[in-house]
């Protein structure tokens, strides 16, 4: 079906080390004298002259033809650790378990971060659900990757959301934004993450090489999506009035416009992103271009805004060591 030469090429791109190559060798199928065939396998394994000569490692092909597939999914897991530490944390009072926080590089702590007293059975019921989608999607991150996953950063899940809603003008100068403090706020920051979250996998499906990697990754965006549009859903319904101590607006709608143009202002020049309104005030709860086509962010312009920073960065906001891989620093805008 395939020649050597080309099913070697595809599996030095689809990981960051040999282990992963054979790993996705295994869940693509092509174990013992498949595809490739064991001549191949074992050129791959020890370069020995029988078979296609010696590939560059994964990081060398990741400087000459930028980064690979597997750098790619470890920047999509130090999200999906912020997103499921964030739901976990506001659903059932702690994060993930020490088990799935391990990998390369440095492992940090999570600071902040509680159970919500929601009011509402259907926000409650959103968020478990959300809360179990990020667990799954960080523990299918870390088995895809295997020993090339890296490790859970830091994450302030406290004095970021300040910040964030102090830029936003959601919070008077002085007064904190407790995203953990009621309903309302723990929906506003959950608007922070979904909408990042859904620009990101678009973004990033360019750079995945591997179909099967790629076809996994187009699963998280939809998912991601989904949640983007129930949470959204959810400002748009919400018109309580003044909200949260020290929190300035009318309603959530509004809100949500204001947390809209802060992300604008870190991640360039373009004004893409969409609060839960149009400029008319109708419901705008699908963000899309005027061929209703989602939006994407680059990686470094994901890390403008998790950094909390319009400029190049290797740490910042809620990740205050930085993320863990290759992709690591935010763009110059």
Do not use: W
């Given at each position: 079906?395939?020649?050597?030469?080309?099913?070697?090429?595809?599996?030095?791109?689809?990981?960051?080390?040999?282990?992963?190559?054979?790993?996705?060798?295994?869940?693509?199928?092509?174990?013992?004298?498949?595809?490739?065939?064991?001549?191949?396998?074992?050129?791959?394994?020890?370069?020995?002259?029988?078979?296609?000569?010696?590939?560059?490692?994964?990081?060398?092909?990741?400087?000459?033809?930028?980064?690979?597939?597997?750098?790619?999914?470890?920047?999509?897991?130090?999200?999906?650790?912020?997103?499921?530490?964030?739901?976990?944390?506001?659903?059932?009072?702690?994060?993930?378990?020490?088990?799935?926080?391990?990998?390369?590089?440095?492992?940090?702590?999570?600071?902040?971060?509680?159970?919500?007293?929601?009011?509402?059975?259907?926000?409650?019921?959103?968020?478990?659900?959300?809360?179990?989608?990020?667990?799954?999607?960080?523990?299918?991150?870390?088995?895809?990757?295997?020993?090339?996953?890296?490790?859970?950063?830091?994450?302030?899940?406290?004095?970021?959301?300040?910040?964030?809603?102090?830029?936003?003008?959601?919070?008077?100068?002085?007064?904190?934004?407790?995203?953990?403090?009621c309903e309302e706020n723990f929906l506003l920051a959950a608007f922070l993450f979904e909408d990042v979250g859904v620009t990101a996998y678009?973004?990033?499906?360019?750079?995945?090489?591997?179909?099967?990697?790629?076809?996994?990754?187009?699963?998280?965006?939809?998912?991601?999506?989904?949640?983007?549009?129930?949470?959204?859903?959810?400002?748009?319904?919400?018109?309580?009035?003044?909200?949260?101590?020290?929190?300035?607006?009318?309603?959530?709608?509004?809100?949500?416009?204001?947390?809209?143009?802060?992300?604008?202002?870190?991640?360039?020049?373009?004004?893409?992103?969409?609060?839960?309104?149009?400029?008319?005030?109708?419901?705008?709860?699908?963000?899309?271009?005027?061929?209703?086509?989602?939006?994407?962010?680059?990686?470094?312009?994901?890390?403008?805004?998790?950094?909390?920073?319009?400029?190049?960065?290797?740490?910042?906001?809620?990740?205050?060591?930085?993320?863990?891989?290759?992709?690591?620093?935010s763009a110059a805008n």
């Amino acid at each position: 079906m395939f020649g050597k030469r080309y099913a070697a090429s595809m599996i030095n791109r689809s990981a960051e080390n040999d282990q992963d190559r054979r790993r996705f060798l295994k869940a693509a199928g092509m174990t013992g004298l498949g595809v490739v065939g064991a001549g191949a396998l074992g050129g791959l394994a020890t370069g020995t002259a029988s078979a296609a000569p010696a590939r560059p490692s994964a990081t060398a092909a990741a400087a000459s033809a930028g980064v690979s597939d597997g750098a790619v999914l470890n920047f999509a897991l130090n999200l999906e650790y912020l997103e499921a530490e964030f739901y976990l944390h506001a659903v059932t009072g702690k994060g993930l378990a020490d088990s799935m926080t391990t990998g390369t590089g440095t492992r940090g702590g999570v600071t902040g971060g509680r159970a919500v007293r929601f009011k509402t059975k259907a926000a409650k019921q959103y968020a478990q659900e959300i809360a179990g989608d990020e667990k799954a999607h960080v523990q299918f991150l870390r088995s895809a990757l295997g020993s090339a996953a890296v490790s859970r950063p830091a994450i302030d899940l406290r004095s970021s959301f300040t910040a964030a809603a102090q830029a936003a003008g959601l919070v008077k100068p002085g007064h904190s934004f407790d995203a953990f403090a009621c309903e309302e706020n723990f929906l506003l920051a959950a608007f922070l993450f979904e909408d990042v979250g859904v620009t990101a996998y678009k973004g990033a499906a360019p750079l995945i090489s591997n179909k099967t990697y790629l076809e996994a990754a187009a699963g998280i965006l939809a998912v991601e999506a989904y949640h983007a549009g129930n949470i959204r859903s959810a400002l748009y319904q919400h018109t309580d009035g003044i909200f949260g101590l020290g929190l300035l607006g009318r309603d959530l709608r509004e809100a949500s416009v204001k947390l809209s143009n802060a992300r604008d202002s870190l991640d360039g020049p373009t004004d893409d992103d969409q609060g839960v309104i149009d400029s008319r005030g109708n419901a705008n709860i699908v963000p899309t271009d005027a061929n209703g086509i989602a939006y994407s962010r680059s990686p470094g312009q994901v890390l403008n805004i998790v950094y909390l920073t319009n400029k190049a960065a290797t740490s910042g906001g809620f990740f205050p060591k930085g993320v863990n891989g290759e992709v690591n620093t935010s763009a110059a805008n």
